[in-house]
């Protein structure tokens, strides 16, 4: 079955850097877009960043354009998320996803991590 396993994440204090990784197994991880999310608490889970399977397509949340980058290696079927500059309203659970195309929208994937906390102390 499909799993995505996110890891890398933690407590960093603001203006600081994390890179996360999502490893995915079960699946063409190259014929899948893939995504991350990220969900703080009492809020609803926002898209922060996509790409498109090859890795030539990349689109960023406006909340953290200029700051993260996605990418992935195909070969070791594995999305990253590098994370710069963070501040505390970046402080939430990060999910990686996989789907069929890079979409803005949660209903767009049809894969899910369990997630990965990122907490951004002041």
């Known amino acids: 079955q499909v799993q995505l396993v996110e890891s890398g994440g933690g407590l960093v204090q603001a203006g600081g850097s994390l890179r996360l990784s999502c490893a995915a197994s079960g699946l063409t991880f190259s014929s899948y877009a893939m995504a991350w999310f990220r969900q703080a608490p009492g809020k609803e889970r926002e898209f922060v960043a996509s790409?498109?399977?090859?890795?030539?397509?990349?689109y960023y949340a406006d909340s953290v354009k200029g700051r993260f980058t996605i990418s992935r290696d195909n070969a070791k079927n594995t999305l990253y998320l590098q994370m710069n500059s963070l501040k505390p309203e970046d402080t939430a659970v990060y999910y990686c996803?996989?789907?069929?195309?890079?979409?803005?929208?949660?209903?767009?994937?049809?894969?899910w991590g369990q997630g990965t906390q990122v907490t951004v102390s002041s």
């Open positions: 790409i498109s399977g090859g890795g030539t397509s990349a």
């Open positions: 996803a996989a789907g069929p195309f890079t979409n803005y929208a949660r209903g767009a994937y049809d894969y």
